[in-house]
């Protein structure tokens, strides 16, 4: 069932690499990490920068969609994470899972089925999902949408109380 986005909150990529910086910080108590898997698409990016931080060389993908836009969709495994890294994880390996945010909770209980000891890490947070997540900088309220820097465009935007002046 999707519940309406009430409320936006736009994120330019000076802000996004702040905050993927202060999970890196959070991060290097819980670490050293032998792999990041990052959750695409949204992960790829707050993972490179993590990856520089924590000084982390080996970077894996798993693609699973959820969202079709702004509706969330059944989730479809597009790529799984390659057969090492399952084996390193059952082994006890640190692994870190990243992603930019946790919404409902679904993306991140399919890649935790298949990663059950790993070290999950995101943004951005909402209700629903926060408890499937180690660790994370900002909750947002479940019926706010997150645009992305890699959504937005420069364009005029009007008040928030309406308007024109």
């Known amino acids: 069932m999707n519940q309406p986005q009430n409320k936006s909150f736009p994120v330019s ?26 959750i695409t698409r949204g992960g790829l990016v707050p993972a490179a920068i993590i990856a520089r931080e924590l000084n982390i060389r080996v970077i894996e993908s798993v693609s699973v969609k959820s969202y079709d836009h702004q509706n969330q969709g059944k989730i479809t495994v597009l790529k799984s994470v390659n057969s090492d890294l399952l084996a390193a994880d059952a082994s006890g390996q640190k692994l870190l899972i990243i992603d930019d945010l946790v919404d409902t909770g679904a993306t991140a209980r399919a890649v935790r089925d ?5 070290h999950f890490a995101t943004v951005y947070a909402k209700p629903q999902g926060r408890e499937l997540v180690d660790t994370f900088i900002t909750e947002v309220s479940q019926d706010t949408w997150i645009f992305f820097p890699w959504d937005l465009d420069f364009t005029y935007a009007a008040p928030i109380a309406g308007g024109t002046d």
């Open 13 to 38: 990529w000076d802000q996004f690499h702040r905050d993927s910086r202060a999970l890196a910080w959070r991060l290097t108590s819980q670490g050293p990490f032998t792999a990041i898997v990052a």
């Open 114 to 118: 298949m990663l059950p000891n790993a």
